[in-house]
């Protein structure tokens, strides 16, 4: 299910329970809680997010919106078709490089066009795919890290309402008024919790997601180099490749010819 998805069933979630109390979102809003939580926050993020990798840190805040989990059958597929088209001697294959499958192949067959042996290019394509993962680890970890931080500037938020309430309390201030203040001290709390377990948080554990998935998909195309620095056919391809992927996503490439 999409980040996106995510948030908007929350937000119909938080609304369908201030219409069943009969409350309109005017009640839970308050400056000084928003200035607390969200400019604490900020100010954290400018420290623990990885900025010196800000170019793929925006990268996976954009795959959040609009990423689709790539297709393993599709990928196996062009991956056969690149062997057959490089058996062939054809050069001219085409490559989308914003993808690490896409691009450990493109890298892979260049390597074997420079007498890279094979063992040697599975070496290079490891490292380059690590340090590739290793860089969207750091990014997920630094989105949950920083979820530790808006809950406790949500609390000061609180507390520096309490405060307010107390000192009302000694001037002599209406029970009615007392309780409305309390209310509104809690809203930095609420607020708190809302931006660490629906916003920062779940972007951790998706981009933590992304990264998985990308780790397969980049160690399926690793696979597909070495079947062809191999020299293996399209069949032993094929049955190598279907080993990495669930029952549906294989591929069977005999069914296809006899099916044109």
Same mark, same amino acid.
């Given at each position: 299910?999409?980040?996106?998805?995510?948030?908007?069933?929350?937000?119909?979630?938080?609304?369908?329970?201030?219409?069943?109390?009969?409350?309109?979102?005017?009640?839970?809003?308050?400056?000084?809680?928003?200035?607390?939580?969200?400019?604490?926050?900020?100010?954290?993020?400018a420290?623990?997010?990885?900025?010196?990798?800000?170019?793929?840190?925006?990268?996976?805040?954009?795959?959040l919106?609009?990423?689709?989990?790539?297709?393993?059958?599709?990928?196996?597929q062009?991956?056969?078709?690149?062997?057959?088209?490089?058996?062939?001697?054809?050069?001219?294959?085409?490559?989308?490089?914003?993808?690490?499958?896409?691009?450990? +192949?493109?890298?892979?067959?260049?390597? =074997?066009?420079?007498?890279?042996? &094979?063992? !040697?290019?599975? @070496?290079?394509?490891? *490292?380059r795919?690590?340090?590739?993962l290793?860089?969207?680890?750091?990014?997920?970890?630094?989105?949950?890290?920083?979820?530790?931080?808006?809950?406790?500037?949500?609390?000061?938020?609180t507390?520096?309402?309490?405060?307010?309430?107390?000192?009302?309390?000694?001037?002599?201030?209406?029970a009615?008024?007392?309780?409305?203040?309390?209310?509104?001290?809690?809203?930095?709390?609420?607020?708190? +919790?809302?931006?660490?377990?629906?916003? =920062?948080?779940?972007?951790?554990? &998706?981009? !933590?997601?992304? @990264?998985?998935?990308? *780790?397969?998909?980049?160690?399926?195309?690793?696979?597909?180099?070495?079947?062809?620095?191999?020299?293996?056919?399209?069949?032993?391809?094929?049955?190598?490749?279907?080993?990495?992927?669930?029952?549906?996503?294989?591929?069977?490439?005999?069914?296809?010819?006899?099916?044109?």
């Open positions: 299910m999409g980040y996106l998805l995510s948030l908007f069933i929350a937000t119909a979630a938080i609304f369908a329970s201030l219409y069943h109390l009969d409350q309109g979102p005017e009640r839970l809003w308050d400056f000084v809680a928003f200035a607390m939580v969200v400019g604490g926050t900020i100010a954290v993020a420290v623990v997010l990885p900025w010196s990798n800000s170019k793929a840190m925006f990268k996976y805040l954009k795959k919106m609009i990423y689709w989990q790539p297709s393993k059958k599709a990928f196996i062009k991956s056969l078709s690149v062997l057959q088209n490089f058996s062939l001697g054809h050069s001219n294959i085409n490559f989308n490089l914003n993808t690490i499958e896409d691009q450990l +192949l493109s890298d892979g067959l260049e390597l =074997i066009h420079l007498d890279f042996k &094979a063992d !040697e290019i599975e @070496v290079i394509l490891h *490292e795919l690590q340090s590739y290793q860089t969207g680890k750091s990014i997920s970890n630094s989105f949950r890290s920083l979820a530790k931080y808006p809950p406790a500037f949500g609390l000061a938020g507390v520096f309402g309490l405060v307010e309430l107390m000192r009302a309390v000694s001037t002599g201030m209406p009615q008024e007392t309780g409305i203040k309390m209310a509104i001290a809690l809203v930095a709390t609420l607020y708190g +919790l809302l931006m660490a377990n629906l916003f =920062i948080n779940p972007a951790g554990e &998706a981009i !933590e997601k992304i @990264v998985n998935e990308e *780790e397969k998909s980049g160690t399926l195309a690793i696979q597909s180099i070495m079947l062809i620095a191999q020299g293996s056919n399209l069949l032993q391809a094929q049955e190598v490749l279907n080993s990495y992927v669930s029952v549906d996503e294989r591929v069977n490439i005999l069914q296809g010819e006899a099916s044109a």
